[in-house]
């Protein structure tokens, strides 16, 4: 009998444990991984991926031209650890007839709760509560000391009504949110039905919401969205969160937008870059919170997370359907 072609396959980072046990158990694959949570360095995956089948990749590993001809004619599959896309090159993939799978749909929960809950924070000064407690700034009770800005009757503008959006305006409503306004590539009459979420351009959205939440994909159409012209639309009372890509979001103008009282306060999950540097001015003021890219971080999506990309990869190394395949 012939035995089994062995196929190599390289991951650029340890998966939780569903994941890794999956891969584990695979007996027609030679699992190599990089063994550390710090990101792999470009040179050691251009070597490590040489004459791989299948590449499980995580959000940070650029996946671009290069790598792809280091790696060579062999691989066939990359599935990321993640539902966004923008580190794969696709046009270069697609053109190499390579399949990529996906994480969609198994985060959206937990990101949806991250983009509340950061959300509130902001808007209720809640850092600056804390470090008020611990520095001694608490002396008494003072009608408008650590005052924010409360959900009940505002407007909530949503930039990207997919599933994460939609998530988001479904946690909101309860809080009394009188009216949501959303905006993207074209009207989803059907997904906004349920909040009476209305479609309008982006810059009614920015003039008219109290709060803004980013949950759009990064394309060239989206880059830099969030820019001078979008934050002097919005209201000086207005608060603005992305959990999106940080790239969606010109830094500068949100810091100047910050500091000149423009905008009331920002809510970040993501930057440009990621990690984002200690000395950045962001991190300076008080009217900014900022989180370290955490949508996604709880135990559970994780691990679900980490089976759905070894399911995609070993599908797709076996010719069969992926679970979740993103169509190139």
Known sequence: ???????????????PAEGRALLAKAADCEVEEWNSDDPIPRKELEQSVVGAHGLLCRLSDTVDKKLLDAAGANLKVISTLSVGVDHLAL????????????TPGVLTD???ELAVSLLLTTCRRLPEAI???KNGG???????????????????GIVGLGRIGQAIARRLKPFGVQRFLYTGRQPRPQEAAEFQAEFVPIAQLATESDFIVVACSLTPATRGLCNKDFFQKMKNT???????????????????????????????????????????PLLTLKNCVILPHIGSATYKTRNTMSLLAA???????RGEPMPSELKL
């Open 311 to 317: 399911n995609n990869l070993l599908a797709g190394l």
């Open 138 to 156: 608490w002396s008494s009770w003072s009608p408008l000391w650590m005052c924010g800005y409360g959900l009940s009757d505002s407007t909530v």
């Open 238 to 280: 207005a608060v603005f969160i992305n959990i999106s890509r940080g790239d969606v979001v010109n830094q500068d103008d949100l810091y100047q937008a910050l500091t000149s009282g423009q905008i009331a306060a920002a809510g970040l999950d993501v930057t440009t870059p990621e990690p984002l540097p200690p000395s950045h």
């Open 91 to 102: 046009d270069e993939i697609k053109k190499r007839g390579i399949r990529v799978g996906y």
């Open 1 to 15: 009998m012939k035995p089994a072609r062995i196929m190599k396959v390289f991951i650029t980072g340890p998966l």
């Open 131 to 133: 470090e008020e407690v």
């Open 110 to 112: 937990a990101t949806a």
